[in-house]
């Protein structure tokens, strides 16, 4: 029986995406390379630092360990400036209403993010207090495919993970659901995250349901 549910931030709930790709192509030009909307796909789900060392494998640049964290920390102000001013207009569609009709039927609801702004995220989208427990970056040391996020949000449910459903739009982010017990449903396309117990396009296609039907 499901009694909760787990929520990758970025790429399900809200659309960050493309403020990451403003501020990590800002790095790239001033270091001189070019870096593509696709490139960018491959930083989906994946941490700050390793994001970087993509960043730089695309670019050609070996760098050492003071500068990339620099680099680091001048991106994430970059990234800020434009979290700061998001609002709630900014959750993605369908996601409201089924945060509330989980809320209905009593089930809890988790994050489980490998974003260390996502208490800042979820603050501008006026959402904190919906939730029950918030696993981010800064609470983990193994990133995803690692299942460490989402076993921690079912601690801190005090949930077995088979009692629980994450949500997901990146490949390894399934992979971490499954590896820690856990059903998945995908969000995004079928081609990428067929491993997923269920894949829909976003949470505007999720109902109680077909949560009963996991
Ligand atoms: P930050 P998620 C991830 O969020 C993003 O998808 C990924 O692109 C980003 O690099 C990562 O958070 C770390 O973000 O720089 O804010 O700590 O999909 O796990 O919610
Ligand atoms: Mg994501």
Redesign the pocket.
Known sequence: MIKACIF?????IVD??RY?FIAWKALADELGFDFTEKDNER??????M??LDILLEIGGLDLPKEKKEELAKR??EH?RSFILEMTPDEILPGAMKFIKELKDNDLKIAL???????MTILDRLELTSWFDAVI??TKVSNA?PDPE?FLKGAEALNLPPSECVVFE??EA?VEAALAGGMKCVGIGSPEVLGKANLVVPGLHEMDIEKLSRL
Request: aromatic share 4%; no cysteine; hydrophobic share 25%.
């Open positions: 990758d931030l970025d790429g399900v960050t995406a990451h930083l989906k789900g994946v941490s700050r390793t994001s991106k994430n990234y489980g993010s490998a974003s260390k702004n996502a981010d970056g995803k996020v739009d990146a982010g």
